[in-house]
């Protein structure tokens, strides 16, 4: 089976390396080719964080900068990651919104720039603020998705409010020629997801982000019976297997560990949809950089 993980993170940062030591992984781009070419997974997405403002208070688009400096010319990442350029939304402002938007430009014009991620919970600002919206239109325009962090954050720090699923309705509504993915299921907020992505006919989810580091999966299944029945059942509820991609969250968990899980929650005749083809669909500019 091939699979393609829709939502990694990819960056040279101490803390990463032990995140991704507890999930039994090295973090290192050697390392996740071995772990790819073993496990079947031919592309991988990594979400880009905002990086603050610069100088005029301008929010600056981040990639994945595991290796070095991130170069806009040069696409120097391995080549089966793609990535989403993160947005910094609270260093936006209603005078410099469209300017910092216009820096995004240059990078959505690079093959390997596949979505536009926001991360409301952290960023503590609402996904229908105005200062969002030229990033929607850019997304229209480069038939990108806007991959929206939803449900818990990692940090005490986030806002919860401004993370939950519904919020991405209003904006589904607003923008319907842009495709706007729910990162980790809206988790806990399962139910509320589900009504999001079966209202929205531009509303997808990424499974991501559903179980963290390294564990025997069996024990797992047996001491999160009822959580895994929970989602089975919103899954069951929406059904619509089209709505619904792959992603691990990586370096957060185990990747073998993972797919098990993910594959225990949706049925076996639609594993080839959640793994591989949605995310051609969703993350259009895949495509043409998935290996021949």
Not at 12 to 34: C, I, Q, W, Y
Not at 40 to 58: E, N, Q
Not at 72 to 80: A, D, K, T
Not at 260 to 281: G, M, T
Request: aromatic content about 12%; overall charge negative; charged content about 25%.
């Amino acid at each position: 089976m091939k699979i393609i993980d829709v939502h990694i993170h990819f960056t040279d940062h101490e803390g990463f390396r032990e995140t991704a030591r507890k999930a039994g992984h090295e973090n290192s781009a050697e390392h996740l080719r071995r772990e790819f070419e073993r496990l079947g997974i031919v592309m991988a997405v990594a979400m880009g964080a905002g990086r603050g403002g610069d100088v005029d208070g301008l929010s600056v688009p981040r990639a994945v900068d595991l290796g070095g400096p991130f170069d806009p010319v040069r696409y120097g990442q391995p080549e089966f990651i793609a990535f989403c350029c993160g947005v910094e939304s609270r260093t936006l402002t209603p005078e410099n919104a469209r300017r910092s938007a216009a820096l995004f430009e240059p990078m959505l014009q690079m093959k390997q720039c596949v979505g536009i991620k926001l991360y409301p919970g952290y960023n503590r600002c609402y996904l229908a603020d105005p200062i969002h919206h030229p990033f929607y239109e850019l997304a229209e325009k480069y038939d990108v998705p806007v991959v929206i962090h939803t449900g818990d954050t990692a940090s005490s720090n986030g806002i919860l409010k401004y993370a939950h699923p519904l919020t991405v309705d209003e904006v589904a509504v607003e923008f319907p020629r842009v495709r706007f993915v729910m990162a980790h299921y809206g988790n806990p907020w399962i139910v509320d997801a589900t009504e999001v992505a079966a209202k929205n006919p531009n509303v997808f989810i990424d499974l991501s982000g559903l179980a963290v580091g390294k564990f025997e999966p069996r024990e797992f299944f047996d001491h999160y019976r009822g959580y895994l029945e929970h989602i089975r059942t919103w899954i069951a509820y929406l059904s619509d297997y089209g709505k619904l991609m792959y992603g691990s969250d990586w370096p957060l968990v185990n990747l073998e560990n993972y797919i098990e899980v993910v594959k225990s929650l949706i049925p076996a005749d639609h594993h080839d949809e959640v793994f591989y083809q949605n995310a051609l669909r969703v993350f259009s500019k895949l495509v043409p950089l998935l290996p021949r």
